[in-house]
């Protein structure tokens, strides 16, 4: 694996960033990192929705940062993506994800002619007829939804040689590879992105629930905007200046404290949520730390508020801590800046080598 490479390419709401990693003998080099701002409206609630605006941010991030190769992995998470947990009869895992349409209509909430497949195991059980049974993950997106992607990398001269998952992009990036296998803890990724946020829970990096909402640090900025009669721009500056503890200039501090509280408190809840079915779920083991990442994960507060709520203590996730940087051209201040955006494209990169 000397000298390979790869680039992670994640398509979010409100911008476009890459990772280039290469991968040594001993170690992974974050080789180059780069990011840049959509036009409101290209990216609905995770779904390209302008292929013409996708790519003309990412031809800027290509001729901006300087990537190496024009081959990429994309990952898609949103509404018209589904991760449920199935048990199918087994047989070789190739054969399966061929039967996967005439074996999982009645598991996904579209038709299965309209939607790209896959599935990945987690274990294998016996049914009580004595029968082998293979339980995994099912993933079921909508084909649509996933061309129109490939459509706008395509259109920025890129070739997408994998569609990824966001979901187990995040595991990769932020497993604790030292506790893989059996008896590893129990750990819930919370990657919050500015309209879509992924809860991934995993034991030892193999997934055992995914879900994506859709909600993410825009809604704050959003409700700051509506509630206290201001510009989109500057209610994203009001709530950045509250995470990092600064007072805002001619402007109720306690009113937007209120406003970005109440917001938060609901999205916590919803968080909460998800990780409750999961606890729900038969043969569920406990949480042992929920890890947080992602650009709407630095909202001030977020993380405290989590951990008193599941009782449990958060840790924000670190993607690059792992990783040897490389003459990224960025400096060690603005390293530490980006990477909780870093998460996902660098996850992506990873899954060249997994």
């Given at each position: 694996?000397?000298?390979?490479?790869?680039?992670?390419?994640?398509?979010?709401?409100?911008?476009?960033?890459?990772?280039?990693?290469?991968?040594?003998?001993?170690?992974?080099?974050?080789?180059?990192?780069?990011?840049?701002?959509?036009?409101?409206?290209?990216?609905?609630?995770?779904?390209?929705?302008?292929?013409?605006?996708?790519?003309?941010?990412?031809?800027?991030?290509?001729?901006?940062?300087?990537?190496?190769?024009?081959?990429?992995?994309?990952?898609?998470?949103?509404?018209?993506?589904?991760?449920?947990?199935?048990?199918?009869?087994?047989?070789?895992?190739?054969?399966?994800?061929?039967?996967?349409?005439?074996?999982?209509?009645?598991?996904?909430?579209?038709?299965?002619?309209?939607?790209?497949?896959?599935?990945?195991?987690?274990?294998?059980?016996?049914?009580?007829?004595?029968?082998?049974?293979?339980?995994?993950?099912?993933?079921?997106?909508?084909?649509?939804?996933?061309?129109?992607?490939?459509?706008?990398?395509?259109?920025?001269?890129?070739?997408?040689?994998?569609?990824?998952?966001?979901?187990?992009?995040?595991?990769?990036?932020?497993?604790?590879?030292?506790?893989?296998?059996?008896?590893?803890?129990?750990?819930?990724?919370?990657?919050?992105?500015?309209?879509?946020?992924?809860?991934?829970?995993?034991?030892?990096?193999?997934?055992?629930?995914?879900?994506i909402l859709l909600m993410g640090g825009q809604d704050v900025t959003d409700a700051v905007a509506e509630r206290m009669g201001?510009?989109?721009?500057?209610?994203?500056?009001?709530?950045?200046q509250l995470g990092l503890g600064v007072a805002g200039d001619g402007m109720d501090v306690q009113a937007v404290q209120r406003?970005?509280?109440?917001?938060?408190?609901?999205?916590?809840?919803?968080i909460r949520g998800s990780l409750d079915y999961y606890l729900a779920s038969s043969g569920s083991a406990p949480i042992s730390?929920?890890?947080?990442?992602?650009?709407?994960?630095?909202?001030?507060?977020?993380?405290?508020?989590?951990?008193?709520?599941?009782?449990?203590?958060?840790?924000?996730?670190?993607?690059?801590?792992?990783?040897?940087?490389?003459?990224?051209?960025?400096?060690?201040?603005?390293?530490?800046?980006?990477?909780?955006?870093?998460?996902?494209?660098?996850?992506?990169?990873?899954?060249?080598?997994?």
């Amino acid at each position: 694996m000397a000298g390979r490479s790869a680039i992670g390419l994640d398509i979010g709401t409100s911008g476009v960033r890459a990772a280039e990693l290469t991968f040594g003998k001993g170690d992974i080099t974050l080789e180059k990192f780069g990011q840049v701002a959509l036009p409101e409206g290209a990216v609905r609630d995770g779904e390209v929705v302008n292929p013409d605006a996708v790519a003309a941010a990412i031809k800027q991030l290509w001729a901006h940062t300087k990537f190496s190769s024009k081959k990429v992995v994309i990952g898609v998470a949103n509404q018209k993506v589904v991760v449920r947990q199935v048990d199918l009869p087994w047989m070789p895992l190739d054969e399966l994800r061929k039967s996967l349409p005439f074996q999982v209509q009645d598991f996904v909430p579209m038709p299965v002619e309209q939607a790209v497949l896959d599935f990945h195991p987690l274990e294998e059980i016996g049914a009580d007829n004595g029968s082998r049974v293979l339980r995994g993950l099912l993933v079921a997106a909508s084909r649509e939804m996933v061309n129109a992607s490939l459509a706008a990398v395509q259109q920025a001269g890129l070739t997408p040689v994998m569609v990824d998952l966001t979901s187990f992009a995040v595991i990769r990036a932020l497993a604790d590879v030292d506790h893989l296998g059996l008896g590893a803890p129990v750990e819930a990724l919370v990657d919050v992105g500015a309209r879509v946020t992924n809860i991934v829970v995993h034991q030892g990096g193999v997934p055992r629930f995914v879900r994506i909402l859709l909600m993410g640090g825009q809604d704050v900025t959003d409700a700051v905007a509506e509630r206290m009669g201001v510009p989109q721009d500057q209610a994203e500056g009001l709530k950045q200046q509250l995470g990092l503890g600064v007072a805002g200039d001619g402007m109720d501090v306690q009113a937007v404290q209120r406003v970005v509280e109440a917001v938060s408190a609901a999205f916590v809840d919803e968080i909460r949520g998800s990780l409750d079915y999961y606890l729900a779920s038969s043969g569920s083991a406990p949480i042992s730390r929920p890890v947080l990442t992602g650009g709407g994960g630095r909202l001030g507060g977020l993380a405290h508020r989590l951990q008193v709520t599941t009782r449990v203590p958060v840790e924000v996730g670190a993607p690059m801590k792992g990783l040897a940087v490389g003459r990224t051209g960025l400096s060690p201040e603005q390293i530490a800046f980006v990477e909780p955006l870093a998460a996902v494209p660098v996850g992506l990169a990873l899954g060249v080598a997994s």
